[in-house]
């Protein structure tokens, strides 16, 4: 599977069907969610590459906020802490960072 369509099954499985765990292959990962806000998270594989995802705060005064306050389901990705590509509404958007970091299409 490649990395896009990994973000998008995650985006689904967390955000469209409400799972309480990803399953990734034979693999399952936990959603656990933020102190604060309780956005749901996970921590996950991708490779050799450790990949983490968090779900939009509607809160947050940004372009991505604004359309998860409007109701559209968005989440964001990152490797080595730094963004590399959000998923809304199952359409990946690719961060400069994805380049930089030589991440697979």
């Known amino acids: 599977m490649t990395l896009q369509n990994t973000l998008i099954s995650v985006w689904r499985q967390i955000l469209v069907e409400d799972q309480s765990e990803v399953l990734l292959g034979r693999q399952k990962y936990a959603i656990r969610f933020t102190r604060a806000k309780r956005l749901r998270t996970v921590a996950f594989p991708y ?6 995802g968090i779900e939009q ?10 359309l998860a306050a409007e109701g559209k389901r968005v989440m964001q990705f990152s490797y080595r802490s730094r963004y590399i590509a959000n998923v809304c509404e199952g359409k990946v958007f690719r961060y400069p960072a ?3 970091l030589k991440l697979p299409l």
Do not use: Y
């Open 57 to 66: 705060n509607s809160g947050t005064r940004s372009r991505w906020g604004a």
């Open 47 to 52: 490779g050799r590459r450790r990949l983490f």
């Open 98 to 100: 994805w380049r930089t």
